[in-house]
């Protein structure tokens, strides 16, 4: 088994996530549905809160510096992830082909390093 | 308690070079998910696969979904840790670790309650 990131990819300055309670509600209760359907295979899942919430931490010459805001700042940004252990690719692309239809927004798979 | 992601972030232009001697960062690594466990916060860590693993899937109104391969964003992240934390102190104390063990930089970002929770 190998595990795979879904990042969800927001665009928060054409169409910001959390902006219509009934299309939300909506997509609160499919994603509800696709977490309940494959429970087996979720190592974690969460949603972020807005990219204005981040805080980087970056080391420059030996020092460890510490800003508000995000790494990258971009009109599409992360706004939540699954963690999957799937089989193979396959397996992962079939349940990010029903995680983007949850969630209506893309879904990027990546996968992690074997430890 | 409240969960929150630390991204390790790849930058072009780090002054570190891991590939030259990784031992030592992969024992630091290592060093800090036990740190973390014992200090009852780590709930998963893990790096990532490079870019060209990546694979992006678009959800389109007709019910489609195209996939295309690479990354959906320009950014470059390596891997993350998530941790569950009292606070955003704490978090942070965490932050700067990660970045130390590491060598590199990382983004901090608390998580919404969960999804079943706005239902």
Known sequence: ?115 | MALYLIAAQDREDSPFNLLADPAPVWEELTALDEAMRAAGVFVFSRGLQGPDATVTFRAQPSGEVVRSAGPCTPGALAGMWIIDCASQDQAEQWARRCATAHRCDVELRPFQPHVSTYL
């Open chain 1, 1 to 115: 088994m190998t595990q795979y990131l879904f990042s969800v990819i927001h665009d928060y300055v054409n169409n910001p996530p959390i902006a219509d309670p009934v299309k939300d509600a909506d997509m609160f209760a499919r994603v509800g549905a696709f977490n309940e359907s494959i429970k087996d295979k979720i190592v974690f899942m969460g949603g972020l809160h807005s990219p204005d919430s981040a805080t980087l931490v970056a080391e420059h010459d030996g020092e460890v510096l510490v800003t508000d805001g995000p790494y990258a700042q971009t009109n599409t940004m992360v706004g939540g992830l699954w963690v999957i252990e799937a089989a193979d690719l396959s397996e992962a692309i079939d349940l990010a082909k029903r995680a983007t239809v949850a969630c209506g927004v893309p879904v990027e798979v990546r996968p992690f390093q074997r430890v």
